[in-house]
């Protein structure tokens, strides 16, 4: 099977926004993960403060495992970017590749 990518979009309260940067920041220093291919955080052209975070796995198997990470300082950073999320704009999708 091939890659897999997931994403999620959501807005964040206007006052966090310097906060959420930083943490995003940190996070894309410690994401990691076998078969992760990549990881980004993408900002909506015309919805300020509207974000997407995006990752690349390399396979399915590697996309499912991606949960089992455990790292205090990333569920940490997870925590307070949970809080700066305005509720109910969160949305999840992911993608499989169908053809490699």
């Known amino acids: 099977m091939g890659k897999v990518i997931f994403s999620i979009k959501y807005g964040i309260q206007p006052e966090k926004r310097n906060d959420y940067l930083g943490v995003v920041r940190e996070l894309k220093s410690?994401?990691?993960?076998?078969?992760?291919?990549?990881?980004?955080?993408?900002?909506?052209?015309?919805?300020?403060?509207?974000?997407?975070?995006?990752?690349?796995?390399?396979?399915?198997?590697?996309?499912e495992s991606f949960d089992d990470i455990e790292d205090e300082r990333i569920d940490l950073l997870m925590t307070k970017l949970s809080d700066m999320i305005m509720q109910q704009t969160t949305h999840y999708s992911t993608m499989y590749e169908v053809v490699e």
């Open 30 to 63: 410690l994401v990691k993960a076998d078969g992760l291919e990549s990881y980004s955080v993408f900002e909506e052209k015309n919805k300020q403060n509207n974000f997407s975070e995006v990752y690349i796995f390399a396979s399915a198997e590697a996309y």
